[in-house]
T-cell receptor, first 112, second 116 residues
Framework: LAKTTQPISMDSYEGQEVNITCSHNNIATNDYITWYQQFPSQGPRFIIQGYKTKVTNEVASLFIPADRKSSTLSLPRVSLSDTAVYYCLVGAPYNQGGKLIFGQGTELSVKP | NAGVTQTPKFQVLKTGQSMTLQCAQDMNHNSMYWYRQDPGMGLRLIYY???????DKGEVPNGYNVSRLNKREFSLRLESAAPSQTSVYFC???????????????FGPGTRLLVL
């Protein structure tokens, strides 16, 4: 199982773009990269997923370089409500024999 | 469409007592999971069920048992609770569709368990 490493915490201000980088040097060929967001006292919520290059949705963008050994979650123009813990996961769906492992996550604090 | 529901929301147990945490999903998902989350830590997988009738151990299965009662329901049982099992427990489900298609897990609101 690919292990992930991400910063423990980050601070930002409202309106700024936030980039959270995750390292996953041992990523396997059939692994996807997935990011989840967790607010206090709630379960995690899916944000975005990708395999390679760039993926964008209404919430975030995910940048994955060609070697796939790292990925960057980009949150445009953050607001106070984006204060949460962000988890980077690497793994394959169960029907491919893989599991998803949650690391410690990055605690993002957005200030006014 | 309630998504993933968990009961109870909060429970206090004494050491040695037993209890069952209930989880149900109404999204017709094949896979279901139980995680625990301790303060300052990420989620750790306890057990999972890739389909009705199958269960497998995750990272931290000791002290727990599970039952996949049907496609909707996946319960977690603590036979003899210990203080080390004080945690927040999350249930999740996913469609786990065909090979190569993304796997998104949907989480319940959690059960906060305190073992004295």
């Amino acid at each position: 199982l690919a292990k992930t490493t991400q910063p423990i915490s980050m601070d930002s201000y409202e309106g700024q773009e936030v980039n959270i980088t995750c390292s996953h040097n041992n990523i396997a060929t059939n692994d996807y990269i997935t990011w989840y967001q967790q607010f206090p006292s709630q379960g995690p919520r899916f944000i975005i997923q990708g395999y390679k290059t760039k993926v964008t949705n209404e919430v975030a963008s995910l940048f994955i370089p060609a070697d796939r050994k790292s990925s960057t979650l980009s949150l445009p123009r953050v607001s106070l409500s984006d204060t949460a813990v962000y988890y980077c996961l690497v793994g394959a769906p169960y029907n491919q024999g893989g599991k998803l492992i949650f690391g410690q996550g990055t605690e993002l604090s957005v200030k006014p | 469409n309630a998504g993933v529901t968990q009961t109870p929301k909060f429970q206090v147990l004494k050491t040695g007592q037993s209890m069952t945490l209930q989880c149900a999903q109404d999204m017709n998902h094949n896979s279901m999971y139980w995680y625990r989350q301790d303060p300052g830590m990420g989620l750790r997988l306890i057990y999972y069920s890739a389909s009705e009738g199958t269960t497998d151990k995750g990272e931290v299965p000791n002290g727990y048992n599970v039952s996949r009662l049907n496609k909707r329901e996946f319960s977690l049982r603590l036979e003899s609770a210990a203080p080390s099992q004080t945690s927040v427990y999350f249930c999740a489900s996913s469609e786990a569709t065909i090979a190569g298609v993304r796997e998104t897990q949907y989480f319940g609101p959690g059960t906060r368990l305190l073992v004295l």
